[in-house]
Antibody, heavy 118, light 108 residues
Framework: QVHLLQSGADVKKPGASVKVSCKASGYTFTDNYVHWVRQAPGQGLEWLGWIDPKSGGTSYLQKLQGRVTLTRDTSISTTYMELTGLISDDTAVYYC???????????WGQGALVTVSS | EIVLTQSPGTLSLSPGERATLSCRASQSVSGNYLAWYQQQPGQTPRLLIYDASSRAPGIPDKFSGSGSGTDFTLTISRLEPEDFAVYYCQYHSSSPRTFGGGTKVEIK
């Protein structure tokens, strides 16, 4: 069965960087894009971007361009989301999700809480 | 960029009632690439509907999606206790894959 296992919660200081991992299993890793979505406390869902594990191609939310980077390691079926220049507004649960070829998100990771605090 | 506006923000209903949730797009959604997700408190979002009206595997038929162009609807025919949650629509064609702001369905 499809499973996305994310790394654990993290606490960072303002200005620091964070890297969240997402390990896929139960399907062929290079067959599906992996998307990243975040949810600030008590708020809605915000799509951040996707990565094509086959090619490494990416697409990002414009307002985060330059601060967010998605990468992958096909040898261990894992994608990574790195966010730099952290501010308090980046405090959120970060989810990875598998993208169906028609673009919707059919399987989600359990989420990773990133807290930005001095 | 397509902006999705969901209404109402909160829907207060009793178990057994019918829920009708709206998602309006700022421009026409080509191919009806519109998905709906359910998020129960403290849980991960779950896919309910894709392509505006196709139910995801394992989703009961009390959930139905409809609409085209700029106006889409999610209907829950008879609310059960586990259906009280937050529902999000999402444009799932080209980037950015924006989400609506969500509708909370709460117990009246």
């Amino acid at each position: 069965q499809v499973h996305l296992l994310q790394s654990g919660a993290d606490v960072k200081k303002p200005g620091a960087s964070v890297k969240v991992s997402c390990k896929a299993s139960g399907y062929t890793f290079t067959d599906n894009y992996v998307h990243w979505v975040r949810q600030a406390p008590g708020q809605g869902l915000e799509w951040l971007g996707w990565i094509d594990p086959k090619s490494g191609g990416t697409s990002y939310l414009q307002k985060l361009q330059g601060r967010v980077t998605l990468t992958r390691d096909t040898s261990i079926s894992t994608t990574y989301m790195e966010l730099t220049g952290l501010i308090s507004d980046d405090t959120a649960v970060y989810y990875c999700a598998r993208g169906h070829f028609r673009g919707f998100l059919d399987y989600w990771g359990q989420g990773a809480l990133v807290t930005v605090s001095s | 960029e397509i902006v999705l506006t969901q209404s109402p923000g909160t829907l207060s209903l009793s178990p057994g009632e019918r829920a009708t949730l709206s998602c309006r797009a700022s421009q026409s959604v080509s191919g009806n690439y519109l998905a709906w997700y359910q998020q129960q408190p403290g849980q991960t979002p779950r896919l309910l509907i894709y392509d505006a009206s196709s139910r995801a595997p394992g989703i009961p038929d009390k959930f139905s999606g409809s609409g085209s162009g700029t106006d889409f609807t999610l209907t829950i025919s008879r609310l059960e206790p586990e259906d009280f949650a937050v529902y999000y629509c999402q444009y799932h064609s080209s980037s950015p894959r924006t989400f609506g702001g969500g509708t909370k369905v709460e117990i009246k």
